[in-house]
């Protein structure tokens, strides 16, 4: 069965927030349909990557000390002791440390691609998409972008 061509249509407007024209784009474009696992997958890999994981305490192995037993086994009237670097003594390394880590993911570069064009299909499908003619400033102020924003309705100044 073959599927017609599915066009997304766009207003375009200019600064003042008028209507243009109108832009017609092909679904197959952005590969025809939202790919919800991939986005899904794309998103826990950018926060993962943003993880840093750094957190670290010395276990026995990396305390400075001797391995060398304390005192003998038997015959002092102490309890038993071995070394330094035990966790039971103060200075010593801590049983079950923490080690740093490393929390970064990756993806393959073609399902990174279908990510960011299901994340751009799914904007177009939803109509959160506005497109501007052009933009430009004499001199970069947020007074006057803001004014556009306003023309646009997309931000309210209050």
């Given at each position: 069965?073959?599927?017609?061509?599915?066009?997304?249509?766009?207003?375009?407007?200019?600064?003042?927030?008028?209507?243009?024209?109108?832009?017609?784009?092909?679904?197959?474009?952005?590969?025809?349909?939202?790919?919800?696992?991939?986005?899904?997958?794309?998103?826990?890999?950018?926060?993962?990557?943003?993880?840093?994981?750094?957190?670290?305490?010395?276990?026995?192995?990396?305390?400075?000390?001797?391995?060398?037993?304390?005192?003998?086994?038997?015959?002092?009237?102490?309890?038993?002791?071995?070394?330094?670097?035990?966790?039971?003594?103060?200075?010593?390394?801590?049983?079950?440390?923490?080690?740093?880590?490393?929390?970064?993911?990756?993806?393959?570069?073609?399902?990174?691609?279908?990510?960011?064009?299901?994340?751009?299909?799914?904007?177009?499908?939803?109509?959160?998409?506005?497109?501007?003619?052009?933009?430009?400033?004499?001199?970069?102020?947020?007074?006057?972008f803001v004014?556009?924003?306003?023309?646009?309705k997309i931000?309210?100044?209050?």
């Amino acid at each position: 069965m073959i599927r017609d061509k599915v066009m997304i249509n766009l207003t375009v407007y200019n600064k003042d927030g008028q209507e243009v024209e109108s832009l017609k784009i092909d679904e197959s474009v952005f590969g025809g349909k939202v790919r919800y696992s991939l986005l899904k997958q794309a998103i826990v890999m950018y926060h993962a990557n943003k993880r840093v994981g750094t957190t670290t305490t010395k276990n026995r192995s990396m305390v400075a000390g001797s391995t060398r037993k304390i005192y003998r086994q038997k015959h002092t009237g102490f309890a038993r002791a071995g070394t330094v670097r035990t966790g039971k003594r103060v200075g010593g390394g801590v049983t079950f440390a923490k080690i740093a880590r490393d929390f970064s993911q990756r993806m393959p570069k073609k399902q990174r691609r279908l990510a960011r064009d299901s994340a751009i299909l799914a904007k177009l499908l939803s109509n959160n998409v506005v497109v501007l003619d052009g933009l430009s400033f004499d001199k970069p102020r947020t007074k006057d972008f803001v004014g556009i924003l306003n023309n646009l309705k997309i931000f309210t100044n209050q």
